[in-house]
């Protein structure tokens, strides 16, 4: 697996803080990373505006598989990629390698349900413009 296999790349440096007393960067810090792309690719790509689109997306699931640590000095890049479409919601993989040599460090997973921003923030469609965006764009062909 490398990041060439997905459609969008974030880099997320880590930061002295980051580690913990074990001497690597703490397990959050990958979800950290990993929102901040879908956070990236929501508003920059998608063209999503918080505070004024009728719809957001929230976060329902997610899950990380560490496979090997970061330290800082690491700078991660995060792949994004879609993993299905559904009625409401958007399931993304996301693969995070050291930049520096490649090296896989954790793959993960989030569940996004699209909600109406004002009203009863319920479950609403995926607007069929987001849909055909991640269709075409983060869609990895099997």
Known sequence: MTIAEYPFVRTYPTRWNDNDMFGH???????????????????????LDPFTSEWIAVIVSSSCRFVESAVWPDVIEVGMRSKRIGTTSLSWEFGLFRQSDGALLATGEFVHVVIDREGARRPTAVPP???????RMMTVPA
């Open 25 to 47: 960067v703490n397990n959050t810090i990958y979800y950290s990373a990993m929102d901040n792309a879908a956070t990236y690719w929501f508003r920059e790509v998608a063209g």
């Open 129 to 135: 413009e987001l849909r055909e965006l991640v269709t």
